[in-house]
DNA sequence: TTCCAGGCGTATC
DNA sequence: GATACGCATGGA
């Protein structure tokens, strides 16, 4: 990782990074995507902390009106920017189909979300489609003038939440604040605890299963061992691993797991998956 | 119109 | 413990 300053804002020069493969891959639903005339930019935010980032050149980043110590203190975790993906690349790249998934959308990187927002994110994912999951999080945000925190969700019945459109799920967010809010679920517990006991504190959520448990561990706890299985992987699973990852992506099935998913949502993967049935 | 989407709760066996 | 079904919403 490498980075200068550039009159307000930071320059960043960091491989195995795109903005599209890790903001645009179904890990995070609030980056919106700007197609200016000359120019691309993604805006969103971490917490109360936003940014607008643009991919210069490939390698390159522009981080607009952005202090080092924001950089250092909030995004140089958030892009995991310390984690060297080339070298977990080149390890889980231990057959044609992992060394496929992985050159094809090479410039993922697992965000480290805050634990909240990922946890009612997936909570909001489930039997869903991305365009909406993304829609329903943006009303949520654009309503409380940032993600609102538990508090403020345990306060509200599930008709408050009809503006959201979210469906069956809106009671589950409710369930979740509430659980949190009277310390039933302790997500400070859930990130120390073994990954058993992870699933299970989090599981006393109603409305959060098996897939959005580990959704949450992966996505905001960064447990690179967590596995989602949704639909997408279950086809991933079926069509070339039918006994189970391959040995060498033991403690990052999770990151594995982007990759793949990716690659079979939107890559060559995918025809081939259509070719089938 | 019917099917599907980063599933889960519930009923039933 | 396994399996079947309903669930809100909206795009294809």
Redesign the pocket.
Request: with cysteine; glycine share 8%; hydrophobic share 35%.
């Given at each position: 990782m490498r980075y200068t300053k550039d009159g307000h804002d930071i320059l960043l020069y960091q491989e195995d990074f795109s903005l599209d493969d890790t903001l645009d891959?179904?890990?995070a639903f609030r980056w919106q995507k700007d197609s200016g005339k000359d120019k691309v930019t993604y805006s969103g935010a971490y917490l109360n902390t936003k940014l607008v980032i643009a991919e210069e050149e490939k390698g390159v980043f522009r981080l607009y009106d952005t202090d080092e110590e924001t950089f250092l203190g909030v995004w140089k975790d958030y892009f995991d920017l310390d984690t060297d993906y080339g070298e977990i690349k080149r390890r889980i790249s231990c057959d044609e189909t992992m060394k496929k998934a992985c050159e094809y959308a090479g410039g993922i990187r697992l965000l480290r979300q805050d634990s909240w927002e990922a946890l009612c994110s997936?909570i909001i994912?489930?039997?869903?489609?991305?365009?909406?999951?993304k829609?329903i999080i943006s009303r949520l945000c654009e309503h409380f003038g940032g993600f609102p925190d538990h508090g403020e969700l345990a306060r509200m019945t599930a008709d408050d939440l009809?503006f959201l459109?979210?469906?069956?799920?809106a009671?589950?967010l409710i369930d979740a604040a509430k659980k949190l809010s009277d310390g039933t679920v302790s997500l400070e517990r859930v990130k120390s605890a073994p990954v058993e006991e992870a699933r299970k504190e989090l599981?006393l959520?109603?409305?959060?299963?098996?897939?959005?448990?580990?959704?949450a561990l992966l996505?905001g706890m960064y447990r690179t061992q967590a596995f989602?299985?949704?639909?997408?992987?279950k086809r991933v699973m079926q069509q070339w691993y039918p006994s189970g990852l391959p040995q060498c992506c033991e403690g990052v099935q999770g990151i594995a797991?982007?990759y793949l998913?990716?690659y079979i949502?939107t890559g060559t993967g995918s025809e081939k998956n259509d070719g089938q049935k």
């Amino acid at each position: 990782m490498r980075y200068t300053k550039d009159g307000h804002d930071i320059l960043l020069y960091q491989e195995d990074f795109s903005l599209d493969d890790t903001l645009d891959c179904g890990q995070a639903f609030r980056w919106q995507k700007d197609s200016g005339k000359d120019k691309v930019t993604y805006s969103g935010a971490y917490l109360n902390t936003k940014l607008v980032i643009a991919e210069e050149e490939k390698g390159v980043f522009r981080l607009y009106d952005t202090d080092e110590e924001t950089f250092l203190g909030v995004w140089k975790d958030y892009f995991d920017l310390d984690t060297d993906y080339g070298e977990i690349k080149r390890r889980i790249s231990c057959d044609e189909t992992m060394k496929k998934a992985c050159e094809y959308a090479g410039g993922i990187r697992l965000l480290r979300q805050d634990s909240w927002e990922a946890l009612c994110s997936f909570i909001i994912s489930q039997n869903n489609n991305i365009p909406r999951i993304k829609g329903i999080i943006s009303r949520l945000c654009e309503h409380f003038g940032g993600f609102p925190d538990h508090g403020e969700l345990a306060r509200m019945t599930a008709d408050d939440l009809a503006f959201l459109r979210a469906g069956f799920r809106a009671k589950y967010l409710i369930d979740a604040a509430k659980k949190l809010s009277d310390g039933t679920v302790s997500l400070e517990r859930v990130k120390s605890a073994p990954v058993e006991e992870a699933r299970k504190e989090l599981m006393l959520i109603s409305g959060v299963g098996p897939k959005v448990a580990e959704c949450a561990l992966l996505y905001g706890m960064y447990r690179t061992q967590a596995f989602p299985i949704d639909v997408w992987i279950k086809r991933v699973m079926q069509q070339w691993y039918p006994s189970g990852l391959p040995q060498c992506c033991e403690g990052v099935q999770g990151i594995a797991q982007q990759y793949l998913f990716h690659y079979i949502r939107t890559g060559t993967g995918s025809e081939k998956n259509d070719g089938q049935k």
